[in-house]
């Protein structure tokens, strides 16, 4: 006898999707130190390692956005498809490729075909979560990314392992998790199924709104931060240490991964979970700007702990590595609950697809300010992001009527209060928001 699949083993299913199929993503930012030894190559063409990902990203994402793919095609089917590919082209990398060259195209690659497995993950989540619980689960997405991303990072520190060991042990995470996603992840109960006519134009329209505007600004301004933290926080680490002369250079690199996987994949972990956690109970706006001010603070005191020893930086870290993705969820579930469901994978995908363009700027001008002033005062230049995200979340709070602090409406409650209240910038600023049709 066939049984329906659970909620939670289903959400379960997804996030370990999403653990083993971006790993990919940091898998050659993860081993730069060694490319740049074996290939010779400086901090500047390194950077392309990361930012070609990033750009590919971008491209799969306005594909995706202008044919609706991931509203026209089953979710789980075109994850488990993007992942094998992504799977793909990383294990060529690691097989084949001796320059830099050549990995640049194929990390493209690897990053357009990623547009279809974080977003078209968000998606799934959705179909699987109830407004009232969706900020928690969206948490457990995010924090399923952010320990994928992190990964490499903790492979490199098991050894001194060879950098095709290193990327080889990501593509075959990846491939698993393609495997996973079509063996055994179906949609949930709240997947909008109604056919629907193309709209590419809708990444546009739903701009016109001011809440949604503005939960895009605050998600623009975290994504300023994130990912330039992200690829650079182990050579502000590194170069940190070896200011402080602290041990061999070996053993300085091994240590820097355990650092950077320590705060990226663990700190960030709690920290989704609790952003999560505390955008359903006191309100999507709140639990943004707290994180968002966190985070700003770390960008701005981070010359402070550049050479203190290794327990300060690493408590340091481990803080603004929890503030600085504990927020991402929130935008998500907001855009989520506030677009019109029949172009959720659309809305998400557009949003997603303007903040990593933005992230490439950051990972570029990150190194070019560490060669003008040092890695000391380098992160300063990420200061901005936080600031901006954290002015626009509030100006949402003001913007929306207060929401019931205790209880979450029924789905007939929401039904009505979507009658009285047709327009979304009336919306309360919760996870108890309707959805539109």
């Not at 653990?19 to 060694?34: G, M, Q």
């Not at 060879?162 to 063996?183: D, E, F, K, S, Y």
Request: some cysteine; overall charge neutral.
């Amino acid at each position: 006898m066939i049984t329906a699949p659970s909620t939670n083993q289903q959400r379960a299913l997804i996030a370990a999707v999403q653990v083993l199929a971006l790993c990919v993503w940091f898998s050659a930012t993860a081993v730069v130190p060694s490319l740049r030894t074996e290939w010779g190559i400086g901090s500047t063409a390194a950077v392309w390692l990361t930012a070609s990902v990033q750009i590919g990203f971008v491209a799969g994402a306005v594909t995706s956005t202008l044919f609706n793919l991931a509203d026209r095609i089953a979710p789980q089917y075109l994850l488990a498809a993007s992942a094998f590919g992504a799977a793909v082209c990383t294990a060529l990398l690691a097989l084949f490729v001796n320059d830099l060259s050549a990995a640049i195209p194929l990390r493209f690659l690897t990053g357009l075909l990623l547009a279809g497995v974080y977003p078209v993950g968000m998606k799934l989540m959705a179909s699987w979560s109830e407004s009232t619980d969706r900020g928690r689960a969206f948490g457990v997405l995010l924090g399923a990314l952010t320990l994928g991303s992190a990964l490499p990072h903790l492979i490199s520190g098991l050894g001194p392992l060879p950098w095709r060991t290193v990327m080889m042990a990501a593509a075959v995470l990846t491939a698993i998790g393609a495997l996973i996603a079509v063996l055994l992840i179906t949609s949930g109960p709240h997947l909008d199924t109604r056919p629907i006519t193309p709209n590419p134009r809708y990444a546009i329209t739903m701009f016109r709104e001011r809440g949604p505007r503005l939960a895009n600004i605050g998600y623009f301004g975290h994504m300023w931060e994130l990912y330039a933290l992200w690829t650079w926080m182990s050579m502000f680490v590194l170069a940190g240490r070896e200011q402080r002369g602290t041990g061999p250079v070996t053993t300085t690199t091994t240590t820097t991964s355990i650092i950077a996987f320590a705060a990226i994949g663990l700190a960030g972990i709690a920290g989704c979970l609790l952003g999560g956690w505390a955008s359903d109970r006191f309100g999507r706006s709140p639990a943004a700007v707290t994180a968002l001010v966190i985070s700003g603070a770390c960008c701005v005191l981070s010359p402070l702990f550049f050479t203190t020893p290794t327990g300060v930086l690493l408590a340091f870290l481990l803080v603004w590595g929890a503030a600085v993705i504990a927020d991402s969820g929130v935008f998500s579930t907001s855009l989520s609950e506030t677009a019109d469901s029949r172009f959720i994978g659309t809305a998400l995908t557009a949003q997603t697809a303007i903040g990593f363009l933005l992230t490439v700027v950051t990972i570029q001008l990150v190194p070019v300010t560490a060669d003008l002033t040092g890695w000391r005062y380098a992160f300063l230049l990420l200061a901005p992001g936080p600031l901006i995200g954290a002015v626009a979340m509030v100006a949402l709070r003001a913007h929306t009527t207060p929401a019931t602090n205790s209880q979450h409406s029924s789905k007939e409650e929401h039904h009505a209060q979507h009658l009285d209240s047709p327009h979304p910038d009336s919306w309360p600023d919760r996870g108890d928001l309707p959805h539109r049709r």
